[in-house]
């Protein structure tokens, strides 16, 4: 994983919005937040926090941007369904997830498999990594980054 004080990697990927990079956040703060797959119990339980406090994330001057390897039609179903203000971006080749390390060894009921590690970043107006989250409970992270921020 990357760690805090280091410059934060530049992406373009592809989102509902159509493409985003992280330099165009220039000037904001940025929480990016990795997660394994749309519509699932512990990601919608995460989305959902930070549906429910994105305004005061806006009113601090951050954006949020959720990744994952799900599709972008993926992505704009998840969105519709849950109502989800914030950028969700695709990332099917694993490139911006190995990048920041999201995408390692995982174990689960005893077995290995490579997958995506849920986790976050908080990245400051001059896109320094201020802050990093390498195992996320999705319960109460977004209210866990919004005392950050």
């Known amino acids: 994983m990357l760690q805090k004080g280091e410059k934060a ?3 373009h990927l592809q989102t509902t919005e159509g493409e985003i990079s ?3 956040f ?3 703060k940025v929480v990016l ?3 394994p797959k749309d519509d699932t119990p512990g990601c919608t339980k995460e989305a959902c926090g930070f549906r429910d ?3 005061q994330i806006l009113a601090k001057g951050a954006v949020v ?3 994952s390897a799900d599709s972008v039609d993926s992505h704009q179903k998840f ?3 849950y109502n989800l203000p914030f950028y969700l971006a695709s990332d099917p080749d694993h490139s911006v997830l190995k990048t920041y390390g999201a995408w390692g060894e995982k174990k689960m009921y005893g077995k290995v498999f490579p997958g995506i590690i849920r986790s976050t970043y908080v990245i400051d107006e001059h ?3 201020i802050a990093v989250f390498p195992k996320v409970s999705p319960e109460k992270h977004a209210e866990e980054i919004l005392a950050l921020l």
């Open 9 to 11: 990697p530049d992406f």
């Open 22 to 24: 992280l330099s165009q």
């Open 26 to 28: 220039q000037g904001k």
């Open 33 to 35: 937040y990795f997660y």
């Open 53 to 55: 406090v994105y305004d």
């Open 65 to 67: 941007i959720g990744i």
């Open 79 to 81: 969105k519709k369904k």
């Open 127 to 129: 896109g320094t990594i």
